[in-house]
């Protein structure tokens, strides 16, 4: 999860021009990591709203290529994937998705329903209104010129929506701190970020004692939630893309 990650803050920094002959065309890393696991794939619908056309052709073109070679390559394990409701085995063969690693809303859901499920009618709005509430956080960090910010948003915008995220999925709450930070120049940079890095590195099961604990069982969907918010009124000056974001791709 890091490592695909990493692949899109990367892609996220990279100006649309190739300025180097190693440098890959902007959204081939986001379409390589998109065709390990889906979730890198919501940073293209951003590309479209955006108007960053080339970046986002070239991560499905990227994802198109990738699942043909694996198809061509291990044609009965691709079929299993994509015609036999593989991409479903991970939820199912998990087991009761009311335990506490299942930090998504559906999980939320389940344990304060106290049932094995949500109804789709219960649980699929709420997903759509956190979809939209990450797009446009991603969209208001790309107005300020941080796309950083834009891709963080959105990866931790997939996983708080889903039906079933378990905790190493907020891998992408790890960049906050650094994006609160900007360039430090202003205290209120400094102490968001200070904030940030103490609520990741110091969880309620370092907390001793804890009344809390009803509310604090759900601490990485909380932080979720609060990070969204961080990155939507953050402090300006982290400056990702400086002269480029914002400037739609052709």
Known sequence: GALLGALVLVDAVLPDERRHPWQPPR???TGLAGAIKLVPLAVVPYWVVTRQWRAARNAVATVGVTWAAAWLVLPSGSA???LEGGL??????????RRLDN???GGFGMRLLERPDVPTAVWFPLAVLVGLAGLWVALRCHRRGDE???VVA??????LANQASWVHHAVWLVALPGILLGDGRRVRQVAAAA???LLLAVPPTHWGTNPFEPITQEYVGILMVAALAALAWAP??????????GAPGR
Do not use: Y
Request: aromatic content about 4%; proline content about 7%; charged content about 10%.
């Open 103 to 105: 930090q998504s809303v």
């Open 80 to 82: 299993a994937v994509f």
């Open 236 to 245: 300006t000056g982290s400056g990702s893309r400086p002269g480029s974001a």
């Open 88 to 97: 479903r085995e991970p939820i199912d063969s998990a087991g009761d998705l």
């Open 27 to 29: 959204g081939v890393l």
């Open 195 to 197: 904030g940030a890095f």
């Open 148 to 150: 950083v910010a834009a």
């Open 154 to 159: 959105l990866g931790i915008m997939v996983p």
